[in-house]
C-alpha cells in the first residue's frame, strides 16, 4: 500500500489570501515528500474560488522544484477541456521537467458549472465520450506521427513535442465509476482512480469490485493499479475527531452545493451557507462523515486503511480539503505520517 497526498487550493471565502493558501498548499507538500509519502495529487478547475487550480501542471512543476522524492500526479485534468496534441506536449514538458515524476490523471470533470462556461452544451455523457477519445490520442501522439479522425477532433500526422522522458510515456490514471469506465481504462492500459464521496466503505467495496471485473474482462492486460481517494483526518483525541466531522461535513455542503449548480456565485465564490442550512441537509450530517469518511485516532485510522489493502487497493490517497483552518490540516498530516504509515512499512 502506498500512500500519497491530495492538494488544492482550497478557498470558501473573500478573506482568505490566495497568496497564503498557496504557500500553505506548498508546505502540506513538503512534509509529504520529507515523511516519505509516493506522491501528491492536484487538479484542475475553472472559474471556482473553491478549488483553486486553473492548471495543475504549472503547480507540479513549482512543487517539484521544492521537493526530491515524490511522484507528482494531476488529480485530474479535465479531458474535455484539453486537445489532443496541447495536452500530449504539455504533460511531456511536466514530465521533463519533473525528471520523469508525471503521473497524469484524466476524467470527464463533474461540476455542470465549469461545462457550461468552458465548452457550453456539455453535459457528463458527452464529456466522457471526450474523454475516452481523448486517451488514446495522447497515447499514440507519444509514440509520434499520429494522424487523427475522430468525432471530437482531427488533425493531420503530429507528434508530441516534446517527448516525455518516462518510456513509453508516464503512467495515465483515469478517474472510474461506473463499471465502463473501468472497462475503458482497464483495456487501454490505464491505472484508476475512485472515490467514494460521502459515501461509507460498502462503496469503496463496489468500486474495486467494478475493477475486479474489468481486469477478469480483459485478462490479456497486465493487472493496472487502483487508488482509492478520501477524506482523511488523524485526531489526537475522540472529541477532536468529532470537530474534524463537523467541519468535512461543512465542506460537503459546499461540494454539494456546487455541483447542484443552483446557488448564487459571485467572484468566484457561492453565497455563504448558514449553520441553519447546514443542520438542515438531512443528506449530509457529522454523524455520517464520522462514520463514512475516515476520521478518527491512529488506530481506527489503520484499522480502516487495512480493509482497503485487503480489498486490493495499490494506493491510498489523503484528501486533505476539509474547510478545516491549515493549522488542523498540518497537524493530521503529521500525524498520519508519524502514526499511521509505519504500520504499513
Known amino acids: 500500500m502506498k500512500f500519497s497526498l491530495f492538494v488544492h487550493m482550497e478557498r470558501v471565502s473573500a478573506s482568505e489570501d490566495q497568496r497564503q493558501l498557496y504557500e500553505d498548499m506548498l508546505e502540506l507538500c513538503r512534509i509529504a515528500d520529507e515523511g516519505g509519502m509516493h506522491a501528491i495529487w492536484t487538479g484542475e478547475h475553472h472559474g471556482m474560488n473553491f478549488t483553486i487550480a ?42 521533463l521537467l519533473t525528471q520523469g515524476r508525471l503521473d497524469l490523471g484524466i476524467a470527464r470533470g463533474a461540476y455542470m458549472y465549469e461545462y457550461q462556461r468552458m465548452v457550453p452544451g456539455l453535459d457528463a455523457w458527452g464529456a466522457g465520450a471526450r474523454m475516452r477519445e481523448l486517451i488514446p490520442a495522447v497515447q499514440k501522439l507519444w509514440a509520434g506521427d499520429y494522424a487523427h479522425d475522430g468525432e471530437f477532433w482531427q488533425f ?33 492500459g490505464c491505472n484508476v482512480q475512485v472515490t467514494p464521496l ?29 487508488m482509492v481517494l478520501r477524506h482523511t483526518y488523524v485526531a489526537d483525541s475522540e472529541a477532536d475527531a468529532q470537530q474534524g466531522a463537523e467541519e468535512v461535513n461543512l465542506f460537503y455542503n459546499y461540494f454539494g ?89
Open 54 to 95: 486553473p492548471n495543475p501542471f504549472l503547480n507540479l512543476i513549482d512543487i517539484a522544484r521544492r521537493t526530491k522524492n515524490v511522484r507528482l500526479g494531476t488529480g485530474t485534468v479535465i479531458a474535455p477541456f484539453w486537445h489532443p496534441i496541447r495536452l500530449a506536449g504539455e504533460a511531456a514538458m511536466t514530465d
Open 156 to 188: 493531420p500526422a503530429t507528434t508530441s513535442s516534446p517527448l516525455p522522458v518516462q518510456q513509453p510515456h508516464p503512467p495515465i490514471w483515469v478517474a472510474a465509476r461506473d463499471p465502463n469506465s473501468h472497462e475503458f481504462a482497464v483495456s487501454h
Open 198 to 226: 460521502h459515501q461509507g466503505d460498502e462503496e469503496v467495496v463496489n468500486l474495486m469490485a467494478s475493477f475486479d471485473a474489468a481486469c477478469a474482462k480483459f485478462p490479456e492486460i497486465p493487472r493496472p493499479k487502483i
Open 257 to 345: 452545493a456546487w455541483f447542484k449548480n443552483e446557488r448564487p456565485v459571485s467572484m468566484g465564490l457561492i453565497d455563504p451557507i448558514s449553520p441553519a442550512e447546514v443542520a438542515a441537509n438531512s443528506f449530509l450530517s457529522p454523524q455520517m462523515m464520522r462514520r463514512n469518511q475516515i476520521i478518527g485516532e491512529a488506530p481506527e485510522v489503520i484499522e480502516r486503511i487495512r480493509s482497503y489493502e485487503a480489498l486490493g487497493y495499490d494506493e491510498f490517497s489523503l484528501w486533505i480539503d476539509s474547510g478545516m483552518s491549515f493549522a488542523r490540516k498540518r497537524a493530521s498530516l503529521e500525524r498520519f505520517i508519524r502514526d499511521v504509515m509505519p504500520a504499513f512499512a
